[in-house]
């Protein structure tokens, strides 16, 4: 079965067979997406995450597959019904559309007006009818009826009928909306304005336009119609089923225009709309992993004392000090618009000689960034303080404060302090903060709650585990949930290993890791190149794999030096002709990786974090005029644009037609999440609070 797998999912993929081969055998093993790209290039041809993620994707497709076709089997055996053309046709199949084509005649269904008419005996006069030959028609119109009614199901079932209506779909499918004229006048149907009555042909409706449309239908906003050119549609059947121009081929014609009105229309515009709403989710969701990805790989500030803020009008800000390793040393709560707040957070920058600020971007962010920047001013001269103010992203923070994780991290706090730690460790290290958080509870997606909860769950999933092992971490000061998401670990392993830790001490080795219990031999070579450790052994601090240093210990010994020598010396490392160390296992693609890695070991390669402020003469909506050019920090990437934060509680949006002066069919071709941009006001439109932002023109 694998070589008929390899087949398919190589021609569905766009790889080669044998590389499909090699990593379905590596899956089977119970290797991971991230081991199997890194540490096993020659394998699989240097295939990157992306693509061995395809591969499994519709290696489990497969997999579903062939137990749709053993319920299929069963189901035929209830029914006693023996064709070897049958079963060939549904051994043979590996499209799931076509298996469904194939096994429609014999799916249970409820009773129809064909299987009455079968059981008043009219089957024989349908297939005379059907013959289209000259015939004395019976004057009873009950029968003529129930002869169309099989007719019709036959052809409404039969599959060149359905992939011709397929394909006019595809063709001249028009997407339609109309307004429910009960409710399109509520407050929240304004929502959908733009959908009251809109038409767009299927195949080029946009992902965000659909999701819209889906959602405002499940609210009852508006009604949808997906409907092919019915001419032609009719057509396309009328040249497969009439063959005559007679009384009884009249009677086919009948038949044929209700089957497609009735039945056949009906089943393939719901398939259609499955399929493009599946389109839409995929689409959704791979903005919403892209987006992800780049929170998560965003530039951590390192080890640093840091003042949070987590901002408030009403009730205070919610103030926290955190140590170099993002432990709570104080909190307090702070009032803005107070001579003596001003006073107080000046005192905690000297007393704890705070490095950073960090200050979330929800309500009164701006209001607490220039109390900081007052506080600072107003530091001794002697004490050299000067910490830099970041803005920081407070998106799931509240989810994460009520959440179990955060109630064992500070079971004696409230949630308002918990998510003031969440806003300033989220400065220290955005990656291992956020993995505390379910993904899709960060809010860098749009319709999440509309798409597959499944494949949207194991997409951000996927693309946790991807950047954490791309990352790596400390196995020495990882929580037990960054480690959760290294390769080949999960929430057990990861427990264990803190638990390990914090009766033994600091692990000295990656090999002392197979101590830890039911971390075994093969765990041990799936997690053992993601994590790191400043140990004796200075391979252990970098993306070397175990089984790899022998290479590296004989690399070194040709060159008469130690490793720690062939790493600080690059004299050394380029005297170095990799073909010699090239065997039947190990190959240029991996020994190219242990050079690089050599060269700079224990890389993050996540960069440095920017200080960032807002124009200062803008604080809300009504200071907006358009025209003006504002710094502002990218805070959501979708489909259709961007959103920018230009520091007035209102994202703006840059419209995919505004990001550059050329066409863009892709945003993220040109901006990055968080990215620091300079963007032109373009219009506002205060009534419904809403700011047309661009970056024609303006070099960023």
């Given at each position: ?57 519709q290696y489990t497709k497969l997999q579903e597959l062939a ?325 920081v992203s407070e998106a799931g923070a509240s989810v994460y ?300």
């Open positions: 079965m694998h070589t008929l797998f390899a087949h398919i999912i190589g021609e569905a993929v766009k790889v080669r067979e044998q590389q499909v081969a090699a990593v379905l055998a590596l899956l089977d093993e119970g290797a991971t997406i991230p081991f199997i790209a890194r540490y096993r290039k020659e394998k699989t041809g240097s295939l990157d995450e992306v693509q061995i993620a395809a591969i499994q994707t137990k749709r076709k053993e319920t299929i089997y069963a189901r035929l055996a209830e029914l006693k019904i023996k064709n070897e053309e049958l079963n060939r046709r549904i051994d043979e199949c590996w499209d799931a559309t076509e298996l469904e084509d194939i096994y429609l005649p014999y799916k249970p269904h409820r009773k129809t007006r064909a299987d009455i008419a079968i059981e008043k005996g009219l089957l024989p006069l349908a297939e005379q009818i059907l013959q289209q030959r000259p015939m004395a028609l019976p004057k009873d119109e009950e029968a003529l009826q129930g002869a169309r009614d099989i007719i019709a199901q036959r052809i409404a079932e039969d599959e060149k009928s359905r992939n011709a209506v397929r394909r006019e779909f595809s063709y001249t499918a028009l997407l339609t909306t109309k307004a429910v004229k009960a409710k399109c006048d509520t407050p929240e149907a304004q929502n959908y304005k733009d959908y009251f009555d809109f038409k767009c042909p299927l195949k080029h409706i946009r992902s965000h336009q659909l999701l819209a449309i889906r959602r405002a239908e499940s609210e009852g906003y508006i009604r949808v119609d997906i409907s092919p050119d019915t001419e032609k549609a009719l057509d396309k059947l009328a040249n497969l089923w009439l063959r005559a121009s007679n009384d009884t081929a009249y009677q086919v014609e009948l038949a044929m225009e209700d089957g497609y009105k009735r039945l056949l229309k009906p089943a393939i515009e719901t398939e259609f709309a499955a399929l493009s709403k599946e389109k839409a989710d995929k689409e959704a969701i791979r903005v919403f992993a892209d987006n992800l990805r780049q929170l998560l790989l965003g530039a951590p500030l390192g080890q640093k004392r840091v003042l949070a803020l987590d901002p408030g009008f009403r009730t205070g800000c919610k103030t926290v000090v955190l140590n170099e390793q993002g432990d709570m040393l104080l909190h307090d709560v702070i009032f803005l618009h107070n001579l003596q707040s001003t006073k107080r957070l000046q005192e905690l920058i000297e007393q704890f000689r705070i490095e950073a600020i960090a200050i979330g971007n929800g309500t009164a962010s701006r209001e607490t960034e220039q109390m900081a920047r007052e506080a600072i001013s107003q530091v001794r001269p002697a004490s050299e303080l000067r910490p830099q103010i970041f803005v404060s009520a959440s179990k994780i955060a109630r064992e991290e500070f079971p004696d706090e409230d949630v308002t302090v918990r998510g003031a730690v969440s806003i300033g460790r989220r400065l220290i290290d955005p990656l291992a903060e956020l993995v505390k958080i379910e993904p899709k509870s960060i809010g860098v997606g749009q319709y999440q709650h509309d798409v597959d909860q499944t494949e949207l769950r194991e997409s951000l999933q996927q693309t946790v585990e991807s950047v954490v092992n791309y990352v790596g971490v400390d196995v020495n000061t990882a929580s037990k949930h960054l480690l959760t998401y290294i390769s080949g670990l999960g929430p057990t392993l990861a427990q264990s290993i803190v638990d390990y830790r914090a009766a033994n001490g600091a692990f000295s080795s990656r090999k002392e890791l197979l101590k830890v219990p039911k971390l075994g031999a093969k765990t041990f070579e799936q997690a053992a190149g993601f994590l790191r450790l400043k140990g004796k052994n200075p391979l252990d601090n970098s993306a070397v794999h175990p089984e790899s240093y022998a290479i590296v210990e004989r690399m070194a010994k040709d060159q008469g030096c130690s490793v720690a020598d062939l790493i600080a010396n690059k004299e050394l490392r380029d005297k170095i002709d990799l073909n010699r160390y090239v065997t039947a296992e190990v190959g240029l693609p991996t020994l190219t990786d242990i050079m690089n890695e050599l060269a700079q070991p224990g890389r993050d390669p996540r960069g440095e974090t920017e200080e960032f402020a807002f124009d200062p003469s803008v604080h809300t909506i009504d200071d907006l005029q358009a025209g003006m050019v504002l710094p502002g920090i990218v805070t959501n990437i979708s489909a259709f644009g961007a959103f920018v934060d230009v520091g007035v509680h209102k994202d703006g949006l840059v419209h995919i037609s505004e990001m550059a002066d050329r066409r863009v069919t892709n945003p993220q071709e040109v901006v990055k999440l968080h990215q620091h941009v300079k963007v032109r006001v373009v219009d506002v439109d205060r009534v419904r609070g809403r700011i047309q932002l661009s970056l024609k023109g303006i070099k960023n």
